[in-house]
């Protein structure tokens, strides 16, 4: 460990082996109070249905047993609560312990979807003070908060704007993609039933409004923008692009799983956006728990308001709530119940903590990102050089010289105490290295985290065979991804698993990891 | 690696070895080691009709997914089975056992339009000049 | 602002470092036009004692003390407090998709862990890290059947939960799939004779629930050789995963979609919840959603990482197999918790509660003049009665008595109208059962 290495040090990590390993028959994890009506033969009840070996191979386990295997594993684990995970795009920004606190109360966890709506005032008043505040910091007319995740929330949209056009007699074949967008964006498109088309991007890492201009028609349905886009760059022409896709009938789609940029600032409404989602589980701090559950409300401008999916939330006299299932323009259901209800429980929480304040919020994110790229100017290669909002994104063009690559480097964050940024990706940089710290993160933090990176940079020019074996320090190194990808092993099996330290194991060819994005 | 002299080759890295009205095809050493360590492979079954210059498969690294185009116009006769347990010949012999299909060739005289051996290396030279530059 | 770790000292130190004047100028990039000149019309902000009270004041409002016979696909089940005592640490609430294997090892073994628990419980041979719920896993499901057949029409059942069909309705219609539902037999389940002449060599998957949604336990193995008989796929769908604890595992089925909300996840209004899906081997590259596989690292030490990867939409794009990003992980992190904790004795135990107090219910209404079972199929924990008069009213009734009645079936089913959709679970008293089954008898006495 060298001396620039201040934040992290080895410390004691225990083993543990798979949860089936430690079973013997007998054991317990929790038991339930006695059964209080006569028992019943479960073979008479269920006949041939009858599951009479129980679960095979279902753990056996006792209550403190279980606490040590997952309190174990999690210490194998870095988190936001440990310190800094700059991912591009994800806004890893805390997850305040209030908002745990309330999505757990009775009266809040413990409701039914289908119980009595005159029972249910206090959850659909949440849902209705959720929508009005995400309706302000928008700007649109309308919303849904059903959509499960942000690829639901543009599955929505999508859909939303098929019966739009639908409506005017041609559901339209194309939607326009930037080269720079998620992945989700172009999926989720043809789930929609649309066909995806590429717009380049310009010199400045923007949208090419003549390319663009070329390509859109009457058989366009929409553009799907982020904004900023993946470079963390503002898109200042959405103006123009606007008023090129109205021109022709087209809708603008914005992406918002950039909005940290944006919250209490600007309003995409106000710039000519028809429909757009938001990232609760991003911009509104409610946790990614290790890969969701998220939310994707998505907010429209009024002529997109016929084809909401039911059910839709409507005041009725005396201020009373209720549901509406009965829209016969809606695009249907996209999700079973209303929504994540539990996350979006959090996320109002989150918006009421702040209130008009959370323009603070973003002002932090965006004066994080350009105190980072101001340090690292020149250390790292710069290859779009507008103004950065909330993320600023970097290439490894100069590392690459002696060998190193985003992904040596991100490694190599680790052995410093850091989670990597966002690796390769958008696809529109090589070897990009895309930074996002988010308002979460101090001075101090940030003062880090520019010390490591240039330590590393350093690392890359005089010892490069260091940082290309990084990480160093942790419990595992890296992972045979290609063997994993071969001969898949997708679950424990008993007799077959074998144990982390049998003798025999073969060493094996590292592979180039797999490209992670947000 | 060496490019056999008696393969033609095709802009989008495949081979092929045509004799007389059948023909084997496969991608090139350059190919693979632009891939990477190949994980999977998609072939079409036996009795499929390929299309010069149409997608047929896929081979699949970690990390990246690659169409392949037919370099001619025929129909499959065999696809190489011995890949799906053993993708790795790929890499470690792309011109040889790691060989992706047979066909019965609907045209041979296509395949003499085909860039030769030293046309396809000057063709790759060129691809990595452009990608250093 | 307790989350914003600045002073304002500190803010204008950075400001200098950058070398700009205000913060405004970090924003010079937005159009002057749209730059905002005032607050947002914003409540708060609220102090944390101020959040909890506003939530706690929205939870005096809903039906606390109220008892519950309502099942249709949320269900009340205990949950351990060791579940939010591992779901609450920092590692595992507040870190990221496991892309960074070396620092994500706890969530990649628990995934595992779950993937194998979800094989062991449904009879398959893999199963995916999560999707949504219950109702976009069936949905994917049948999206993956299509690819995998390369055919167009897919035949559900009419007793697959009604929600469950519309989401599957929505996606389908842009994807050029034809939905035709099969009807239920007097007995409550399949009608075969319909899915029979129904079934063409154009039918990718015919989709049946079991518990299905009337509580009727469906006879797979006959319907099984039927689909397969035509060529299509079977595609299971589960929205009680408790039955599992004593029902046969669908291991006729080729894909089983199922909702795992029973496995200490609280009801919560409709969500969060957890969806998986479950197949053969075989058919794994046509499975959406993350998977995580056992491998090695340089030193030979087993470790996990997410695998197979190029089905995904961050590498495949337009040709993934699915659009799902973030998914329920922490959802399942809870399923696998409250599963390791039940054991394979618990969950028997708690599943021969829900039969036994269910069983007990139906017994006690079916003592009441009028009231009769609907459907002759055996049960888990949810049966339909027929009622004399209107579930509605009876329901209104109920209320008085702060309990929550059970579903009207009528609404999903107009020509069930009297039909009431019952639920107990292991959380119901037998004192509560006594005190609904009393009170149903006095709401069929009072006058109309």
């Known amino acids: ?518 | 690696m060496a490019y056999p002299t008696n393969y033609r080759y095709t802009k989008e890295h495949e081979w092929i070895d045509a004799k007389g009205g059948t023909a084997t095809i496969g991608i090139t050493d350059y190919a693979q080691s632009e891939l990477g360590d190949v994980v999977f492979v998609e072939m079409p079954a036996a009795g499929t009709k390929l299309t010069a210059g149409k997608t047929f498969g896929t081979v699949e690294s970690v990390k990246a997914v690659s169409e392949i185009y037919s370099p001619a116009t025929g129909e499959v006769v065999e696809a190489n089975a011995a890949l799906q347990a053993k993708p790795e010949t790929i890499n470690s012999d792309p011109h040889g056992d790691g060989w992706l299909v047979k066909i019965k060739l609907a045209n041979p005289v296509e395949v003499s339009g085909l860039m030769d051996a030293a046309a396809y290396e000057a063709y790759i030279e060129e691809k990595k000049k452009e990608a250093s530059a | ?448």
């Not at chain 3, 107090?357 to 199929?377: C, D, W, Y």
């Open chain 1, 1 to 518: 460990m060298n001396a620039k290495i201040k934040k992290a040090s080895r410390h004691v990590n225990q083993n543990e082996g798979l949860i089936f390993e430690k079973s013997s028959p007998g054991k317990r994890g929790f038991e339930l109070p006695p059964l209080d009506v006569p028992a019943v033969d479960a073979g008479k009840a269920l006949g041939a249905a009858y599951r009479r070996d129980g679960v095979e191979g279902f753990p056996e386990v006792s209550e403190i047993e279980v606490i040590r295997h997952f309190t174990r594993l999690s210490t194998w684990n870095f988190a936001i609560d440990l310190g800094m995970y700059p991912l591009g795009s994800c806004t890893m920004k805390y997850n305040p312990r209030v908002n745990e606190h309330v999505a757990r109360l009775a009266g809040i966890a413990t409701e039914h979807p289908y119980q009595p709506q005159e029972l249910s005032q206090g959850c659909l008043k949440i849902l209705s003070l959720l929508e009005k505040c995400l309706l302000e910091i928008t700007g649109m007319d309308v919303i849904t908060l059903q959509p499960a995740a942000g690829a639901q929330g543009e599955l929505t949209g999508l859909l939303l704007i098929r019966a739009h056009h639908q409506k005017h007699g041609n559901p339209r074949k194309k939607v326009l993609i930037p080269d720079s967008a998620h992945g989700t964006n172009p999926a989720t498109a043809v789930i929609a039933g649309y066909e995806v088309q590429n717009i380049k991007s310009d010199s400045n890492g923007q949208v090419d409004l003549a390319h663009l201009r070329e390509q859109v028609d009457e058989t366009v349905a929409a553009l799907m923008l982020t904004n900023p886009s993946t470079l963390g760059i503002f898109e200042q022409q959405i103006p123009e692009i606007a008023e090129i896709l109205h021109a022709k009938g087209a809708l603008l789609y914005m992406d918002g799983a950039n909005m940290n940029a944006l919250a209490g600032v600007t309003r995409p409404g106000d710039m000519g956006v028809d429909v757009m989602h938001l990232n609760l589980h991003k911009t509104f701090s409610t946790p990614h728990g290790g890969g969701g559950p998220g939310a994707g409300p998505v907010a429209m401008k009024k002529i997109l308001e016929p084809f909401l999916p039911v059910p839709i939330l409507v005041e009725k006299e005396g201020g009373r709530l209720a549901l509406d299932y009965q829209r016969k323009e809606s695009v249907g259901r996209v999700r079973a119940f209303g929504g994540n209800f539990g996350v979006l429980v959090r996320a109002l929480a989150y918006i009421l903590a702040y209130g008009p304040g959370v323009r603070q919020a973003t002002e932090d994110a965006v004066l994080n990102a350009n105190y980072i790229r101001k340090h690292l100017e020149g250390t790292y290669d710069l290859p779009y050089t507008r103004p950065s909002m909330h993320e600023v994104v970097f290439s490894d063009a100069i590392q690459k010289r002696r060998g190193v690559n985003t992904m040596d480097i991100a490694k190599r964050l680790i052995d410093y105490g850091f989670h990597p940024y966002t690796t390769a990706f958008p696809l529109i940089v090589p070897g990009a290295l895309m930074i996002e710290p988010t308002e979460s993160e101090s001075k101090e933090e940030c003062d880090y985290f520019i010390e490591t990176m240039k330590s590393v940079a350093e690392e890359a020019e005089k010892n490069p065979e260091l940082v290309k074996t990084a990480p160093h320090t942790t419990r595992i190194r890296r992972l045979d991804e290609v063997g994993a990808a071969r001969r898949p092993i997708l679950r424990w099996k008993s007799g077959e698993t074998p144990r982390s330290d049998e003798p025999g194991t073969p060493k094996v060819k590292v592979a180039t990891p797999t490209i992670p994005t947000c």
């Open chain 3, 1 to 448: 602002m307790r989350y914003l770790p600045k002073s304002p000292a500190e803010r204008e130190e950075m400001l200098a470092a950058i070398g700009a004047k205000s913060i405004e100028e970090l924003f010079s990039s937005i159009p002057e036009a749209y730059r905002l000149r005032k607050p947002l019309n914003l409540p708060g902000p609220f102090s944390e004692a101020e959040v909890i009270r506003y939530f706690e004041a929205r939870g005096a409002e809903n039906s606390l003390g109220y008892s519950r016979f309502l099942g249709a696909g949320v269900y009340s089940h205990l949950r351990s407090v060791v579940t939010d005592a591992i779901l609450q640490r920092g590692e595992f609430l507040t870190s990221y998709t496991p892309y960074q294997a070396e620092i994500s090892q706890g969530t990649l073994q628990a995934i595992f862990e779950f993937q194998t628990l979800m094989c062991q419980l449904t009879g398959q041979e893999v199963a995916n890290a999560s999707m949504y719920d219950g109702s976009t896993a069936t949905t994917e499901a049948v999206l993956m059947a299509e690819r995998l057949t390369g055919r167009r029409r897919v035949l559900v059942a009419r007793t697959l939960h009604p929600e469950y069909r519309e989401v599957l309705r929505t996606y389908a219609k842009n994807s050029g799939l034809l939905v035709e539902e099969i009807g239920f037999g007097p007995a409550g389940t399949l009608d075969l004779n319909g899915l029979k002449g129904a079934l063409r060599d154009d039918v990718c998957s015919v989709v049946v629930q079991s518990p299905n949604f009337l509580g009727a336990i469906e006879s797979l193995g006959p319907i099984a050789d039927t689909v397969h008989g035509a060529g299509a796929l079977l595609v299971v769908a589960i929205a009680e995963a408790l039955s599992l604890g004593l029902v046969k595992p669908p291991s006729e089925a080729d894909i089983v979609a199922m909702e795992g909300q029973s496995f200490g996840l609280a009801p919560s209004y409709g969500g969060p919840f957890v969806g998986v899906i479950a197949s053969r081997e075989k058919f794994v590259r046509q499975m959406p959603g993350r998977l995580a596989g056992q491998t090695t690292d340089v030193n030979g030490h087993r470790g996990f990482v997410l695998t197979l990867a190029t089905r995904e939409q961050h590498i495949r794009r337009e040709k993934a197999t699915s659009n799902i990003c973030t998914n329920q992980a922490l959802c399942a992190l809870a399923a696998t918790v409250h599963l390791t904790l039940l054991g394979k004795e618990g969950i028997r135990e708690m599943a021969e509660q829900n039969l036994a107090k269910a069983q007990f219910a139906l017994q006690e209404l079916e003592k009441i003049p009028g009231i009769k079972r609907s459907f002759a199929a055996p049960f888990f924990n949810e049966f339909a009665v027929e009622l004399p008069r209107s579930v509605k009213i009876v329901n209104a009734e109920l209320l008085k008595s702060k309990i929550i009645g059970p579903y009207v079936v009528g609404s999903a089913y107009p020509e069930l109208s009297k039909h009431a959709l019952v639920c107990v679970t292991e959380t119901t008293s037998r004192a509560e059962i006594e005190k609904f089954v009393s009170a149903v008898k006095s709401a069929l006495e009072t006058p109309l």
